[in-house]
């Protein structure tokens, strides 16, 4: 994954009447990243979105995609996106074939070999011929993300592209999505309530609270420690004087009795030494792991018990 920023959003706000919907949001996508956009119903995921596509006027601020102005230079930046904003829209009657190949008379220079090569990328060429009201709904998304990729888009933006999707679909769009970035060099923002799936997806996500961004991090530093302390479980035998013995250490910060051992808080350099303690007093220990946080869990936390939708 590149530090390249395919798109930008410098401080951008939208206003409906004495309403701030979106304030002062400001953040980065790089090249080959999935970037993921998470945050309760209203929060303005959909409406930022729009506002990113040229869709919805932008009050204040500004949205750069390939470092052209969405509002100044609309057909210089759009050029370079593929978007499916709430559902993919598909003429039911017609073949998936032939739905792209309707699409593709509307942006000039695709040719019958590009529909081909994003039917095999999105592995419909068993089906592609078949009427799309014959379509599963995993494979009417994976035919708007050929329909999206036909004019070779350096942005993709999926809003909500998991709904309906049952396990098997969810996660099938998961691994085009990383194929899609690994293989294309594509950029890749999704929005999903899908907590867990997001955790998979995305190298980064950025939270939203009633407009306003709470925070961008990679997905291995939200759901990490905030400092040099973690969790960490251990797997042991232990009597009620090693946990009064652990409770006096000077290294832990807390000590709770769990089934089949205790979580304490510590630093990783000091497991060692505590192992070490424990071994010293014949304690059986079967296992030690550090105790992280879901995406869900840090979600939760950042936003006050708010739940995503």
């Not at 920023?5 to 953040?27: C, E, M, P, Y």
């Not at 970037?35 to 869709?55: D, E, H, S, Y």
């Not at 990729?149 to 990383?178: C, F, K, V, W």
Request: glycine residues 10%; negative net charge; charged residues 25%.
């Amino acid at each position: 994954m590149s530090e390249q920023a395919i798109v930008s959003l410098r401080n951008v706000t939208k206003q409906i009447g004495r309403a701030t919907i979106i304030d002062n949001v400001s953040f980065e996508v790089h090249k080959g990243e999935v970037f993921g956009f998470l945050g309760p119903n209203g929060a303005g995921k959909t409406t930022t979105i729009r506002m990113m596509v040229g869709l919805m006027s932008i009050s204040k601020g500004e949205v750069r995609i390939m470092g052209k102005s969405i509002a100044t230079e609309f057909e210089q930046a759009i050029r370079h996106v593929g978007a499916i904003v709430e559902n993919p829209e598909m003429y039911k009657f017609l073949s998936g074939y032939h739905n792209l190949i309707h699409y593709a008379r509307m942006v000039p220079g695709v040719t019958k070999e590009r529909i081909e090569e994003v039917i095999k990328l999105v592995k419909l060429e068993d089906r592609i011929h078949d009427k799309v009201r014959k379509y599963s709904l995993g494979m009417r998304q994976r035919l708007g993300v050929a329909q999206a990729l036909l004019h070779r888009p350096s942005l993709l933006i999926l809003d909500e592209p998991t709904n309906g999707l049952d396990p098997a679909g969810i996660r099938e769009l998961r691994d085009y999505l990383r194929h899609l970035t690994r293989e294309e060099g594509i950029s890749v923002i999704v929005s999903s309530h899908l907590l867990s799936e997001m955790e998979l997806m995305c190298d980064r996500v950025a939270i939203l609270q009633q407009g306003k961004l709470v925070d961008v991090k990679r997905i291995e530093d939200f759901i990490g420690s905030d400092g040099g302390e973690q969790r960490y479980r251990i797997e042991a035998v232990l009597e009620d004087k090693h946990v009064a013995m652990l409770s006096g250490m000077e290294a832990v910060s807390s000590v709770t009795l769990v089934p089949g051992g205790v979580e304490l808080i510590t630093e990783r350099d000091h497991i060692p030494a505590i192992l070490y303690e424990l071994m010293r007093r014949d304690v059986p220990i079967y296992g030690v792991q550090e105790v992280r946080q879901s995406l869900e869990d840090r979600f939760l936390e950042m936003t006050g018990g708010v739940q995503v939708g």
